[in-house]
């Protein structure tokens, strides 16, 4: 009875968010950041390859949806020359086609189960819409700055299950991540999360909020090491090179380097377990797939991939254009053998060409920016697009939830401040009071 009264309540409050939300688009924007990392996953449904899920930031972004959808239809108006200013907009509008085009000759071929192609293809274009969904709506920096903030308070909070994790737990996890935790996720959004911290903490020049940033950034080390996930460990080792290359000043740079001395001792006095998962070149007695080159041998985990990898070409020449659609070519536990196998030369294309415009846009922006807040986001998510490339290669980093959907996030969030920075800076933006208040394309009050 009580458990009944309880679900009752839940639903209850969740309408009342979703109906707030409809009529205030902005305060879904505030609630999304912590739906992202601490939302219960509610299994609708089941596939071949997997459990169709539904989180409350899906819940969310259908309720934007539907306001973008409805604002267009009352206005009958939609602001292209906005939209055309957005140098994103053409990638993802190329990979998400070479998706379907790719999954949809899959499923002709019997190659996809048209359940699993078609959930997978809506996960990967979602992540796209959560980029334009705070592009279109954020209006002002209050906006950002409280999206921004809700991303730190939910780090802070996952670091704090991630510290409660660690004494009986084999691998720090995610909450909520279900029955089958991957400790990869929560390693990807260490990189990321850690990333955008170090930037905002490199070129804050008031002292408390660095003293606030080093302190989260700190915690976050011991969880982070206890992912054990080692595809992590080595993209924030290349996150943290991209930040001793772009950083000026010796003081900078001597910081950074305290940071990554401390984790290589972390590792030193760990637990036995941390340092046996860090030696991924010790094989297993009993395993028969153990790989090796040259003459090293090495464990299951990363015997596994580099067998995916040297299968890799088998499966692409049998469909090299368009590859065998999304889970066409089976379970595959590393973003670049997704990406040739699934998508074939097409998809490489796309998926590099999104990414190149990604990290050429983030240089620029750090680069010939002169604004602390812009470069310092700028230079954190530049370094963190670095560490996800790198941890692509033993993961399917770019399918993951918890990674993905905030690292769009914090990028519409910046590619929305340098927008208004440079409208202020040309006089160009609209007054307040119109219904179409750049760079609030659509205006959720009025």
């Excluded at 939300?21 to 609708?44: D, N």
């Excluded at 637990?271 to 090495?298: D, H, L, N, S, Y």
């Excluded at 399917?396 to 340098?418: C, D, G, I, K």
Aim: aromatic residues 14%; hydrophobic residues 50%.
């Amino acid at each position: 009875m009580e458990e009944q009264v309880l679900n009752y309540a839940g639903f209850i409050v969740l309408l009342l968010l979703l109906a707030v939300s409809l009529f205030k688009p902005v305060f879904a924007l505030y609630l999304i950041p912590y739906a992202m990392s601490l939302s219960p996953e509610i299994v609708v449904g089941k596939t071949a390859q997997r459990e169709i899920t539904i989180r409350l930031e899906d819940l969310l972004m259908g309720v934007l949806l539907l306001r973008v959808a409805f604002d267009f239809v009352i206005s009958k108006s939609f602001p292209m020359e906005r939209l055309r200013g957005n140098q994103f907009f053409l990638p993802m509008f190329l990979y998400s086609m070479t998706l379907i085009l790719a999954t949809t000759l899959g499923v002709a071929q019997i190659l996809v189960s048209p359940a699993s192609g078609f959930f997978f293809v809506l996960k990967l274009i979602q992540f796209f819409l959560f980029f334009f969904l705070f592009f279109y709506y954020i209006r002002d920096e209050k906006d950002i700055k409280v999206i921004l903030n809700g991303a730190l308070v939910t780090m802070a909070i996952v670091t704090v299950v991630g510290l409660i994790q660690m004494p009986a737990m084999t691998r720090t996890t995610m909450p909520f991540e279900g029955e089958d935790p991957e400790p990869n996720t929560f390693g990807g959004y260490y990189v990321l999360l850690g990333s955008v911290v170090a930037g905002l903490y490199i070129h804050e020049p008031k002292g408390r909020k660095k003293t606030i940033y080093a302190l989260l950034l700190a915690v976050a080390v011991l969880p982070f090491i206890y992912t054990m996930s080692r595809t992590s460990w080595i993209a924030a080792g290349f996150s943290l090179m991209a930040f001793l290359l772009l950083t000026k000043g010796l003081q900078r740079k001597v910081v950074i380097l305290i940071v990554v001395l401390l984790i290589v001792l972390s590792l030193q006095f760990a637990p036995g377990r941390v340092r046996e998962r860090a030696q991924f070149w010790k094989p297993e007695e009993g395993f028969e797939g153990t790989e090796t080159i040259g003459r090293t041998r090495f464990d299951p985990s990363a015997s596994e991939r580099i067998d995916r990898y040297r299968k890799m070409v088998d499966i692409f020449v049998q469909s090299p254009v368009l590859g065998q659609g999304m889970t066409g070519a089976g379970f595959i536990d590393g973003q670049y053998i997704r990406v040739i196998n699934e998508t074939g030369l097409v998809g490489v294309l796309t998926f590099f060409y999104l990414f190149y415009a990604i990290l050429k846009y983030l240089f620029s922006s750090y680069k010939n920016r002169e604004d602390p807040f812009s470069r310092s986001l700028s230079l954190g998510l530049f370094c963190a697009t670095i560490g996800f490339l790198v941890h692509g290669l033993g993961a399917s980093t770019f399918l993951l939830v918890r990674v993905v959907e905030p690292y769009m996030m914090l990028l519409a969030l910046l590619v929305s401040y340098n927008r208004m920075t440079e409208g202020e800076a040309r006089g160009e933006l609209h007054a307040p009071e119109q219904r179409y208040a750049y760079p609030y394309l659509v205006s959720a009050y009025k």
